[in-house]
């Protein structure tokens, strides 16, 4: 139904803007002065700052703001693609395994896992251009995959629910993670708790020197266009999607749903396991995280407001990865706190999957819609009313 | 006349939030003390009329008129307060309670901080025997049999104040001996002042039970009126918009080599109860194989058994000469050329949030031409759907749409455009035009007949007598997991003597039952 898909659309825009909105209330709020002077000129100072502080927000990541006016922020813009890489990557992963309706949120550990181990192939792994770089890759993918298979091995045999077991083995795979990097690829030399140099020839390209502008976003369209083919034009996505869709259908329709329940996670866990170590062998050159950076649940955020559709999370991806930019500017140029941006995550989010949202909404349209469609219908025949 | 109204509802409309129009302007009229029938096909409105008459749905447009005043009907809570109650198709009760347990529920008499259990029954006791609707108030719900839950639920409804009845296809679930005690009761109470809406699509049940009918189509009143002064003929008119030939003519059957075999098959269930006692039975080509039986019999475990749902206990099952294995795998049963329409069709016949192509290849999308090399060619597999949605008259403006968007008979046209689709030699069909309008019915009905003419086996699984007794070859008569009757002349038998088997009253000794 049209109606349908243009009131998701709708939906998406206004929870956007609502919750632009609020962010604006908190911001104004938090700009009020607590000098004692006039209300009025509290109020003034105040909208001020907020109108400032929201410039930054909204343009910063790609506008410079002199005296002399606007120029093109370039260190911005390349920080925008850059942080919407690993989140694109996971994305894409989440999809994949909400999509056969698993509700396995285990990306996290399979991005950090992975990343961990593969850090040991870029550090002693011989750099040769192009080879080196896949193999590490393909090393965090298989690190993710294989420990991806454990939730989707205890549900496809012992129906024990992935999301208990995935968010358990999350942390499992965090310390997991640090305990490898402290233990076995510890730069003794650095002043914190960081992995060995990567071989340099085992880096990504660089489209930019000076900001750093690697060719991870390519790669995360490739895998887009990987995923999306996976899943809309193979008969494993059509399998995908039917044991999404109504498991007890495909089981009767002959197919091996705990086969399938198993190699949707693995498959994804492969996707996961690979954007963390993306990141590393294109902007920072060796292992530095102490905390997960928390890839793997904005992950669950994107393939949430891309609706699954692997064609829609690098637009979710970049949507997110441009208003944190731009809130990390607002941050540096104003007094405003840049986990603002977590308050508009959680409202869009809330939001979205509201169901009840605009739902009265929906319903006149749909109505209309109806009614309009009625009136082109040939009435039934009444008559023999005694 | 108008005095005598007790309710009117007019000008109802109700657009449910996915689009369906399931009323359009409906207007109904009941009189005090009538038996009024509501007489549709599926997906023809009558049931969400009575929906929101009951308060379960809220009308979109239009007014309720009820004794007189204009009414806001919520709730269901609301429509009880006003005296309507509904008896639903799918029994309301809770098993473990005894029958006077549940008729009190919500409303018990208390001594102290407990129940009065003795008040309890003497005053079902009383109600029953007001209303002349005995029932046995110490058993327990799950030891009654379906005739008695229904009167259960008739009394909840009559000890709430009910002047109102709705009825919800009723006879759906009941064999023929119910059947006549529950249309005597019906006629009990309205001699009592009671009103009846009696939801069907049975044609015969109006003629017999109802004083007046409002025929509904395709969400529309079409007409009322009463039931002495138009015929079956008439009412069929009317409620298909056209004539349909009820009679499904076909040549005796010419079996052939055996399709299906089953020898001595067990089930129990995880209650404890064993459902199938050693069934043994076996299908040829060129054959319709009915299976009767009152629900709950061991219909669902023999059709999950054999379909691979579900794995046996103890027995074999030979299709086509391949020996199932004891591992359940539907795959495999699909393989060895079997066919299955399943009894839900929500649960298991399709996916809801896919579309009509996607749902119809869902067995065949690795072979050619759906897909080569594990890419599927949606080209095809569309073009194929509009194919299918010609031949099987599905309607709908594209194969794109999705399953949810449809009516049930829709639906199930798509389950069994897939299913005759296969190419197996072996169809299951269990219960497969349950629920469904009469056009589409028949439509399924006549396909059943046309596998059998093209030397294929069916194994017909219903509750429908009449259907049963229309298009199989050869009935079988399950009770309580066994095997009591098998009748090779269905022309020579009624739906009183099924009846009589299927409630145990009598029961074929083997002799007599011959080469099953």
Same mark, same amino acid.
């Given at each position: 139904?049209?109606? =349908?898909?243009?009131?998701?659309?709708?939906?998406?825009?206004?929870?956007?803007?609502?919750?632009?909105?609020?962010?604006?209330?908190?911001? $104004?709020?938090?700009?009020?002065?607590?000098?004692?002077?006039?209300?009025?000129?509290?109020?003034?100072?105040?909208? =001020?700052?907020?109108?400032?502080?929201?410039?930054?927000?909204?343009?910063?990541?790609?506008?410079?703001?002199?005296?002399?006016?606007?120029?093109?922020?370039?260190?911005?813009?390349?920080?925008?693609?850059?942080?919407?890489?690993?989140?694109?990557?996971?994305?894409?992963?989440?999809?994949?395994?909400?999509?056969?309706?698993?509700?396995?949120?285990?990306?996290?550990?399979?991005?950090?896992?992975?990343?961990?181990?593969?850090?040991?192939?870029?550090?002693?792994?011989?750099?040769?251009?192009?080879?080196?770089?896949?193999?590490?890759?393909?090393?965090?993918?298989?690190?993710?995959?294989?420990?991806?298979?454990?939730?989707?091995?205890?549900?496809?045999?012992?129906?024990?629910?992935?999301?208990?077991?995935?968010?358990?083995?999350?942390?499992?795979?965090? $310390?997991?993670?640090? $305990?490898?990097?402290?233990?076995?690829?510890?730069?003794?030399?650095?002043?914190?708790?960081?992995?060995?140099? $990567?071989?340099?020839?085992?880096?990504?390209?660089?489209?930019?020197?000076?900001?750093?502008?690697?060719?991870?976003?390519?790669?995360?369209?490739?895998?887009?266009?990987?995923?999306?083919?996976?899943?809309?034009?193979?008969?494993?996505?059509?399998?995908?999607?039917?044991?999404?869709?109504?498991?007890?259908?495909?089981?009767?329709?002959?197919?091996?749903?705990?086969?399938?329940?198993?190699?949707?996670?693995?498959?994804?866990?492969?996707?996961?396991?690979?954007?963390?170590?993306?990141?590393?062998?294109?902007?920072?050159?060796?292992?530095?995280?102490?905390?997960?950076?928390?890839?793997?649940?904005?992950?669950?955020?994107?393939?949430?407001?891309?609706?699954?559709?692997?064609?829609?999370?690098?637009?979710?991806?970049?949507?997110?990865?441009?208003?944190?930019?731009?809130?990390?500017?607002?941050?540096?140029?104003?007094?405003?706190?840049?986990?603002?941006?977590?308050?508009?995550?959680?409202?869009?989010?809330?939001?979205?999957?509201?169901?009840?949202?605009?739902?009265?909404?929906?319903?006149?349209?749909?109505?209309?819609?109806?009614?309009?469609?009625?009136?082109?219908?040939?009435?039934?025949?009444?008559?023999?009313?005694? | 006349?108008?005095? *005598?109204?007790?309710?009117?509802?007019?000008?109802?409309?109700?657009?449910?939030?996915?689009?369906?129009? @399931? *009323?359009?302007?409906?207007?109904?009229?009941?009189?005090?003390?009538?038996?009024?029938?509501?007489?549709?096909?599926?997906?023809?409105?009558?049931?969400?009329?009575?929906?929101?008459?009951?308060?379960?749905?809220?009308?979109?447009?239009?007014?309720?008129?009820?004794?007189?005043?204009?009414?806001?009907?919520?709730?269901?809570?609301? @429509?009880?307060?006003?005296?309507?109650?509904?008896?639903?198709?799918?029994?309301?009760?809770?098993?473990?309670?005894?029958?006077?347990?549940?008729?009190?529920?919500?409303?018990?008499?208390?001594?102290?901080?407990?129940?009065?259990?003795?008040?309890?029954?003497?005053?079902?006791?009383?109600?029953?025997?007001?209303?002349?609707?005995?029932?046995?108030?110490?058993?327990?719900?799950?030891?009654?049999?379906?005739?008695?839950?229904?009167?259960?639920?008739?009394?909840?409804? &009559?000890?709430?104040?009910?002047?109102?009845?709705?009825?919800?296809?009723?006879?759906?679930?009941?064999?023929?001996?119910?059947?006549?005690?529950?249309? *005597? @009761?019906?006629?009990?109470?309205?001699?009592?002042?009671?009103?009846?809406?009696?939801?069907?699509?049975?044609?015969?049940?109006?003629?017999?039970?109802?004083?007046?009918?409002?025929?509904?189509?395709?969400?529309?009143?079409?007409?009322?009126?009463?039931?002495?002064?138009?015929?079956?003929?008439?009412?069929?008119?009317?409620?298909?918009?056209?004539?349909?030939?009820?009679?499904?003519?076909?040549?005796?059957?010419?079996?052939?080599?055996?399709?299906?075999?089953?020898?001595?098959?067990?089930?129990?269930?995880?209650?404890?109860?064993?459902?199938?006692?050693?069934?043994?039975?076996?299908?040829?080509?060129?054959?319709?194989?009915?299976? @009767?039986?009152?629900?709950?019999?061991?219909?669902?475990?023999?059709?999950?058994?054999?379909?691979?749902?579900?794995?046996?206990?103890?027995?074999?099952?030979?299709? *086509?000469?391949?020996?199932?294995?004891?591992?359940?795998?539907?795959?495999?049963?699909?393989?060895?050329?079997?066919?299955?329409?399943?009894?839900?069709?929500?649960?298991?016949?399709?996916?809801?949030?896919?579309?009509?192509?996607?749902?119809?290849?869902?067995?065949?999308?690795?072979?050619?031409?759906?897909?080569?090399?594990?890419?599927?060619?949606?080209?095809?597999?569309?073009?194929?759907?509009?194919?299918?949605?010609?031949?099987?008259?599905?309607?709908?403006?594209?194969?794109?749409?999705?399953?949810?968007?449809?009516?049930?008979?829709?639906?199930?046209?798509?389950?069994?455009?897939?299913?005759?689709?296969?190419?197996?030699?072996?169809?299951?069909?269990?219960?497969?035009?349950?629920?469904?309008?009469?056009?589409?019915?028949?439509?399924?009905?006549?396909?059943?007949?046309?596998?059998?003419?093209?030397?294929?086996?069916?194994?017909?699984?219903?509750?429908?007598?009449?259907? &049963?007794?229309?298009?199989?070859?050869?009935?079988?008569?399950?009770?309580?997991?066994?095997?009591?009757?098998?009748?090779?002349?269905?022309?020579?038998?009624?739906?009183?003597?099924?009846?009589?088997?299927?409630?145990?009253?009598?029961?074929?000794?083997?002799?007599?039952?011959?080469?099953?």
């Amino acid at each position: 139904m049209k109606a =349908d898909k243009r009131f998701t659309l709708y939906r998406i825009g206004i929870s956007v803007g609502i919750a632009l909105l609020i962010g604006y209330i908190i911001v $104004f709020i938090a700009s009020v002065p607590s000098t004692d002077i006039a209300f009025m000129k509290k109020m003034k100072e105040a909208f =001020d700052s907020a109108n400032e502080a929201y410039k930054y927000f909204l343009t910063g990541a790609l506008v410079r703001w002199r005296f002399t006016g606007a120029a093109f922020n370039q260190s911005g813009f390349i920080q925008w693609i850059n942080e919407a890489v690993p989140i694109i990557i996971t994305g894409l992963a989440v999809s994949m395994v909400f999509t056969a309706k698993q509700f396995n949120i285990g990306a996290e550990g399979q991005m950090f896992l992975g990343a961990a181990v593969a850090t040991a192939v870029a550090i002693y792994f011989p750099g040769i251009p192009f080879i080196s770089t896949l193999l590490v890759i393909l090393t965090a993918m298989a690190v993710g995959a294989g420990f991806a298979s454990i939730p989707g091995f205890m549900k496809a045999k012992l129906k024990a629910s992935e999301m208990v077991t995935s968010l358990m083995l999350n942390y499992v795979a965090f $310390f997991m993670g640090l $305990f490898i990097i402290k233990t076995f690829l510890r730069d003794t030399e650095a002043g914190s708790l960081v992995s060995l140099e $990567f071989q340099q020839q085992t880096m990504l390209p660089l489209l930019n020197e000076r900001y750093r502008w690697h060719i991870g976003i390519f790669i995360a369209l490739g895998m887009t266009v990987l995923v999306w083919f996976i899943m809309k034009k193979t008969t494993w996505g059509y399998k995908v999607k039917l044991i999404g869709d109504n498991i007890k259908f495909a089981e009767y329709s002959g197919i091996n749903s705990s086969k399938m329940v198993f190699q949707v996670q693995v498959a994804a866990g492969a996707v996961a396991g690979s954007a963390g170590i993306i990141e590393l062998l294109g902007y920072h050159g060796r292992f530095l995280w102490l905390y997960s950076p928390g890839y793997g649940w904005d992950g669950i955020i994107i393939a949430t407001l891309a609706r699954n559709n692997p064609l829609f999370v690098p637009l979710a991806a970049l949507f997110l990865s441009y208003i944190r930019v731009g809130a990390k500017i607002m941050g540096r140029y104003t007094n405003i706190a840049p986990e603002i941006v977590a308050i508009l995550q959680a409202v869009i989010i809330l939001l979205v999957t509201a169901e009840a949202f605009l739902a009265k909404w929906k319903q006149r349209s749909i109505n209309k819609e109806a009614t309009q469609s009625e009136t082109n219908d040939t009435p039934v025949q009444v008559g023999e009313v005694r | 006349m108008a005095d *005598n109204c007790i309710l009117e509802m007019k000008n109802i409309w109700k657009i449910y939030p996915n689009g369906v129009v @399931a *009323n359009k302007d409906m207007n109904l009229k009941v009189n005090k003390g009538e038996i009024h029938a509501l007489l549709g096909e599926n997906g023809a409105g009558k049931s969400t009329l009575m929906k929101i008459l009951f308060g379960i749905e809220q009308p979109t447009k239009g007014e309720i008129i009820y004794e007189g005043r204009q009414v806001d009907i919520s709730s269901p809570h609301k @429509a009880i307060e006003y005296g309507i109650g509904m008896v639903h198709q799918h029994f309301m009760l809770v098993p473990s309670l005894t029958v006077a347990e549940n008729i009190i529920l919500g409303m018990e008499p208390k001594k102290g901080l407990s129940i009065d259990i003795d008040q309890a029954y003497r005053f079902v006791q009383e109600q029953s025997d007001l209303f002349g609707l005995p029932v046995p108030s110490k058993e327990k719900v799950k030891d009654i049999s379906v005739g008695m839950k229904q009167r259960v639920e008739i009394i909840k409804t &009559l000890v709430r104040g009910a002047n109102l009845i709705i009825l919800d296809e009723p006879t759906a679930v009941l064999t023929p001996q119910e059947t006549v005690d529950l249309f *005597n @009761a019906l006629k009990n109470l309205t001699e009592k002042g009671k009103t009846i809406i009696f939801i069907t699509h049975k044609l015969n049940e109006v003629k017999e039970i109802a004083d007046r009918i409002t025929v509904t189509r395709r969400g529309r009143v079409v007409g009322t009126a009463d039931v002495k002064d138009i015929s079956e003929i008439e009412m069929s008119k009317m409620m298909v918009g056209r004539d349909v030939d009820i009679r499904i003519e076909k040549e005796p059957a010419q079996s052939g080599e055996k399709l299906m075999e089953i020898n001595d098959l067990e089930f129990t269930r995880t209650d404890g109860v064993k459902s199938l006692k050693g069934i043994s039975f076996s299908l040829r080509e060129g054959e319709i194989l009915g299976v @009767a039986g009152v629900e709950g019999n061991g219909q669902t475990e023999l059709v999950q058994i054999i379909t691979g749902i579900i794995p046996r206990e103890k027995g074999r099952i030979k299709l *086509n000469q391949v020996e199932l294995p004891k591992i359940t795998d539907p795959g495999f049963c699909r393989d060895a050329g079997l066919s299955h329409i399943p009894s839900d069709r929500m649960e298991r016949g399709v996916a809801a949030d896919s579309t009509i192509a996607e749902n119809i290849i869902s067995d065949r999308f690795k072979k050619v031409p759906f897909s080569k090399n594990g890419v599927i060619k949606w080209k095809e597999v569309y073009g194929f759907g509009e194919e299918m949605i010609k031949e099987f008259d599905i309607r709908t403006d594209s194969a794109r749409t999705e399953i949810k968007m449809l009516s049930g008979g829709n639906i199930q046209k798509v389950v069994v455009a897939r299913e005759f689709t296969a190419h197996s030699k072996i169809t299951i069909a269990d219960q497969p035009t349950r629920g469904i309008d009469v056009a589409a019915a028949d439509f399924i009905r006549r396909r059943l007949v046309k596998e059998r003419e093209n030397n294929l086996g069916v194994l017909l699984v219903s509750a429908d007598l009449t259907e &049963l007794l229309e298009v199989a070859d050869r009935i079988i008569v399950l009770f309580k997991g066994e095997i009591v009757a098998h009748f090779k002349e269905v022309k020579q038998i009624n739906e009183t003597v099924l009846g009589e088997y299927m409630l145990g009253i009598k029961r074929m000794s083997s002799e007599e039952m011959g080469d099953l």
